[in-house]
T-cell receptor
Framework: GQNIDQPTEMTATEGAIVQINCTYQ??????LFWYQQHAGEAPTFLSY????GLEEKGRFSSFLSRSKGYSYLLLKELQMKDSASYLC????????????FGKGTTLSVSS | KAGVTQTPRYLIKTRGQQVTLSCSPI?????VSWYQQTPGQGLQFLFE???????NKGNFPGRFSGRQFSNSRSEMNVSTLELGDSALYLC?????????????FGSGTRLTVV
């Protein structure tokens, strides 16, 4: 079956660094995506990994290890506006789906 | 550049009725996918279309159907509504089905079934 796991909640303080982990078990693998979703809003695209390694985009970085079925999203210099739900999603063409999403990690940033 | 447009934003329907939701993708995007989001289940895949062809379908009953038109706009229909169909329905568009450049989501249609 298809399964994507990520922690339900995390808390951090402004200016800190936080790492949100995601593990997946899928039939196939055609890419891993991270999305940010603020309450009541649409998910917004953060990153895409299809090869092993680290992708950096400003304060956000995403890492992928396909052999371990593991990814993480690293957020640096946290700001209050980073309080949101972070969604890990895998595309698995072998399973005949588009994106398979984890349940999301709710990040709360405090001052 | 206009984003993904979903209409209507909010909808209240009665059990047993049917509903049609619309999604206009970003100009030039030919791939559209639909998701249902609920607090308990999170985001679940419904359908995916590319160039008017359904590429993939999620594990939802036959009451859920969709289509894509030649201008890439897509509609999804839910017949014989049940209370459990209350959810946020999101559509996403991308340049290519594999999403190499990411999927852009619309703001969603909030469906309430009473």
């Amino acid at each position: 079956g298809q399964n994507i796991d990520q922690p339900t909640e995390m808390t951090a303080t402004e200016g800190a660094i936080v790492q949100i982990n995601c593990t997946y078990q899928t039939s196939g693998f055609n890419g891993l995506f991270w999305y940010q979703q603020h309450a009541g809003e649409a998910p917004t695209f953060l990153s895409y990994n299809v090869l092993d390694g680290l992708e950096e985009k400003g304060r956000f970085s995403s890492f992928l290890s396909r052999s371990k079925g593991y990814s993480y999203l690293l957020l640096k210099e946290l700001q209050m506006k980073d309080s949101a739900s972070y969604l890990c999603a895998v595309r698995d063409d072998q399973a005949g789906t588009a994106l398979i999403f984890g349940k999301g990690t709710t990040l709360s940033v405090s001052s | 550049k206009a984003g993904v447009t979903q209409t209507p934003r909010y909808l209240i329907k009665t059990r047993g009725q049917q509903v049609t939701l619309s999604c206009s993708p970003i100009s030039g995007h030919r791939s559209v996918s639909w998701y249902q989001q609920t607090p308990g289940q999170g985001l679940q895949f419904l359908f995916e279309y590319f160039s008017e062809t359904q590429r993939n379908k999620g594990n939802f009953p036959g009451r859920f159907s969709g289509r894509q038109f030649s201008n890439s706009r897509s509609e999804m229909n839910v017949s014989t509504l049940e209370l459990g169909d209350s959810a946020l329905y999101l559509c996403a568009s991308s340049l290519d089905p594999e999403g190499h450049y990411g999927y852009t989501f619309g703001s969603g249609t909030r469906l309430t079934v009473v």
